[in-house]
């Protein structure tokens, strides 16, 4: 009878992961620990599952080895309800919410869930306003993800879209600039402006950004590279430019409270 319910759960590892995920209020069916699991973090994840309902069980080690699939579970591992992705409209609503011009990421095609992961954090810890991610031949949101996001993806709303370049002309058509990332770009990023309302185009591992939407971009903007190196990550390309938005648009850290 348990592993007939395992179908209907997504399943999701790591302290900081669970954590994330009691604290954003996400449902959860389930969270497992490893026999005689201790320390801070799982004291706090005990703590905030009992407040929410949500059921502790205490299995071996080697339960969790293979529920994770062999990833870094850290002796915690949670069954949650599937991720809802949003729509498009729900990220620009979000950013008019906040009163703040949009700031979205749209991935092309970017295949390894660890790097949409680290991308999520970042556009999270920039406040981003969400992520826009394709449905087909692309990574979603997997266990994989949700630990290199660290929790952010609990935070960051994602939209799952049939069609980038459709997609990108009706955020141009709603008063967004689109800018995307190319090792062959028009100008360097810090050059660019890049203040005004705004969606970070970042291109796959392996194909960059394609020709179309290369072309649907109204710029395309490139990190100067001085070393041997040729390209960098998806994911630090994307960290330099969501942190180069927030140095044009003014953003100061907030004072230690």
């Known amino acids: 009878m348990g592993g007939a319910a395992l179908p209907q759960n997504e399943t999701i590892w790591g302290r900081n992961v669970v954590l994330s ?5 996400r449902p959860l ?4 620990l490893s026999t005689g699991g201790r320390g801070r973090e ?12 949500v059921p502790v069980e205490e299995v071996d080690r080697r339960r969790l080895d293979q529920l994770a699939g062999g990833g870094h579970h850290q002796g915690v591992l949670a069954l949650a309800a599937p991720r809802a992705y949003r729509e498009v409209e729900d990220l620009l609503a979000r950013a008019r919410a906040a009163g703040e011009d949009p700031l979205l990421v749209l991935l092309a095609h970017v295949e390894d869930p660890r790097n949409l992961g680290a991308i999520a ?7 981003a306003h969400g992520l826009i991610i394709p ?4 990574a979603p949101i997997t266990a994989a993800a949700d630990k290199a996001a660290a929790g952010a993806l609990d935070f960051l709303p994602v939209a799952r879209v049939t069609n980038l370049a459709r997609t990108l002309d009706e955020l141009k058509a ?10 062959d770009g028009e100008q360097v990023y810090f050059d660019a402006d890049l203040s005004g309302p705004l969606v970070l185009v970042i291109g796959g591992e392996d194909k960059g950004l394609g020709v179309l939407l290369k072309r649907e971009c109204d710029l395309t903007v490139r990190i100067p590279l001085l070393g041997p190196v040729p390209s960098l990550n998806a994911a630090v390309a994307a960290s330099l430019l969501l942190y180069e938005v927030l140095r044009q648009r003014g953003v100061r850290s907030r004072a230690p409270s």
């Open 42 to 53: 799982v004291a706090a994840i005990r703590e905030a599952a009992r407040a929410q309902g």
């Open 121 to 127: 954090r970042s556009a999270a810890a920039a406040g």
């Open 135 to 138: 449905g087909r031949r692309a």
């Open 174 to 183: 709603a008063g967004l600039w689109s800018v995307g990332a190319d090792i």
């Open 29 to 32: 069916n389930k969270i497992l």
């Open 21 to 25: 995920a009691l604290k954003a209020g």
